[in-house]
């Protein structure tokens, strides 16, 4: 370890807080868990070591083996230690808060710093008489009396003694911007080898943005077991309408605005560069849609696609500061978008693949009539990883480097109206002042009717 590394220099910040559940029926120590309408796909903020157990129980019900395999992908950045049984994290003292950007992280690291980060709150306790200095999300401090304190890693080795199938995945990655091409595959090749029926749990902090993002690429995952496994199965059935099959066929309402349907000129982009563009949107769209909240179909907080078109009217009425960091984070957004249609693409190739390619061996496994092959689920592998898919289409970086920022950033004055204030001014401004002032505020309460009511 470095001399005086950062991790020294963290503050204890508690996961939870006041207002953290946002969700209807609570689970007891496991903040906003759901499950997304129609996978075997959960989501939830960090939990108490109480409520590891809760969640699996809700998973496993009465029906689902205790020791059956889990899947459990964690999603953040920031080390995680228990203190009495509670989470808390390692925060630089600059990012305390509901939110943090803590660059690029990497699994190994984060399971080093929480061991030494249990070494510090340690030390720091031999000089308050076993007591801990901790903040929270709004930065008021607290002292806690610390009867226990061990690390996320400890704690998930202990929930193994009930649930010995659970397998836990570390994968930090961003609030705002897309995860990393190996990141997608680290997810991929996490749940390689897992039935259909296998659930899958993903958290960060709170259960919004980071685990709503990889939720979508694990149901994309699920829909390639579906689509691989069973598609060429059900074709063998007479008369079976196989359009009911394809989720390339969903559409959006078409009332909603262009941006609220994810229509940006980088997406058109990218929708034109991809051999499967169209349908893959719509199958990314439709995934989105349900890991949303109810107004989208899903049972979640987070509308990937809507929030960059919700972000993008909040900017237009903010001051220039406020502007410099939505803009940013709108461009990031975007670039998540971005992503998670070309690792539908990628997944949907990937389908495609199973379906109709294969060694003699798998065709005479698992041939159908047709042609086709019906490979059970838990023995599918893909051919390439998304990483190579991107390096084949290495065109669409450039796309998305070069076309997240293109959006009209300022909103036009209609010609009409301003002329009109132009004729104003130009002919008697003193006299037609009260005229001007009227009339700009008819003409932003028209350019802006499309904003929601409300705080932005």
């Not at 394809?246 to 991809?274: C, Q, S």
């Not at 838990?378 to 669409?396: C, N, P, R, W």
Request: net charge negative.
């Amino acid at each position: 370890m470095p001399e005086n590394p950062e991790i020294w220099k963290a503050v204890a910040m508690a996961d939870h807080f006041e207002k953290i559940q946002k969700l209807p029926e609570p689970v007891v120590g496991c903040p906003n868990f759901r499950r997304v309408p129609g996978y075997k796909v959960y989501l939830c903020g960090q939990p108490t070591i109480a409520g590891f157990e809760a969640c699996l129980e809700k998973v496993c019900g009465t029906i689902y083996p205790k020791d059956g395999k889990i899947i459990w992908f964690n999603l953040r950045q920031e080390p995680s230690v228990y203190i009495n049984g509670e989470p808390l994290c390692a925060r630089p003292p600059n990012k305390i808060g509901e939110y943090a950007e803590l660059g690029n992280v990497s699994r190994e690291k984060l399971k080093e710093d929480e061991a030494e980060f249990v070494r510090v709150c340690e030390g720091r306790m031999k000089e308050t008489a076993g007591k801990l200095k901790a903040v929270d999300v709004n930065k008021a401090e607290k002292e806690i009396e610390v009867k226990s304190i061990v690390t996320l890693h400890d704690v998930i080795e202990g929930v193994k003694e009930k649930f010995p199938g659970l397998v836990h995945m570390r994968i930090p990655i961003c609030n705002s911007a897309s995860p990393l091409e190996s990141d997608f595959d680290t997810i991929v090749q996490t749940l390689v080898g897992t039935a259909i029926n296998t659930p899958i749990i993903l958290n960060d902090q709170v259960g919004l943005s980071r685990a709503t993002t990889a939720s979508v690429a694990a149901c994309l995952f699920k829909e390639f077991q579906i689509s691989a496994s069973f598609e060429g199965l059900v074709e063998t059935v007479p008369g079976m309408n196989l359009d009911l099959l394809k989720m390339d066929r969903y559409t959006m309402d078409v009332n909603k605005d262009a941006l609220f349907r994810g229509e940006f000129e980088v997406i058109k982009d990218l929708v034109a560069a991809l051999p499967d563009g169209v349908a893959s949107k719509r199958e990314c769209d439709k995934v989105i849609d349900k890991n949303g909240p109810a107004k989208s179909g899903g049972t979640g907080i987070k509308q990937l696609r809507e929030n960059i078109a919700e972000s993008k009217l909040s900017y237009e009425i903010m001051d220039d500061a406020a502007q410099v960091f939505l803009k940013s984070k709108i461009m990031d957004n975007i670039h998540k978008y971005f992503f998670l249609i070309a690792f539908t693409a990628y997944i949907r190739e990937a389908a495609e693949v199973a379906k109709s390619a294969g060694t003699d061996e798998e065709k005479a496994k698992n041939g159908l009539t047709g042609g086709k092959i019906s490979t059970p689920a838990d023995q599918l592998k893909l051919t390439k990883s998304f990483v190579q898919y991107m390096e084949e289409h290495a065109g669409l970086r450039n796309i998305v480097e070069e076309g997240k920022g293109k959006l009209q950033w300022e909103r036009d004055i209609p010609a009409e109206a301003l002329a009109n204030l132009e004729s104003l001014a130009a002919t008697d401004f003193k006299a037609n002042l009260g005229k001007i002032i009227h009339d700009i505020y008819q003409t932003a309460h028209t350019m802006f009717s499309d904003m929601p009511q409300g705080d932005h």
